[in-house]
DNA sequence: AAGTATAGTGCAATTTAACGCTCTTTTTGT
DNA sequence: ACAAAAAGAGCGTTAAATTGCACTATACTT
């Protein structure tokens, strides 16, 4: 996944749960100004911090082969 | 996946290929001091880095459900 | 249309990742 | 066992992420 289908990713599992930015920043623990840049595409998050999020919408990081089905 | 995951999957999979962390840091663009911290546990790297890596290893950084198999 | 909730941005301070250099430790090959 | 290669760690600098606060813009509701 690039850099945009994560964010798109994050973004729309989010509005699916219809959890505010600010009620995932603060269950995640990160700051409601680096969740904002992040979904808006402004942000370089660390990985700590993407896990952070992901976590808190059910979602986990992984690594995977590419071209797969190729 | 957890951090200690991530990280022994990225450097399972450099020695698969037999890539000295040298090589891999050149290639994907990284300090090698970085990819060192991270592989070594020490580090928290940001997203690009770690896209970065992934990339030159043949592998892509993705979000899934969790628990999809429980 | 007005009002409220939610999302996005500018600015500035603090923390920390990224990085190179040097050195030590560990692993590998002969 | 020795030598060479690779990996890990200490130290200091630079660049960037994180964060809060205040403000603006957009979306949603009545």
Redesign the pocket.
Known sequence: MHFNELIKTI?GR??AL????????ELA??????????????????????Q?ISDVLGMEICLKIKNYNA
């Open positions: 973004k989010r509005e219809q959890v505010t930015q600010e009620t995932l920043a623990g990160v700051g409601l100004r680096t969740l904002k840049q992040f979904e808006s595409g402004k942000g370089n998050p660390t990985l700590l911090t993407l952070k």
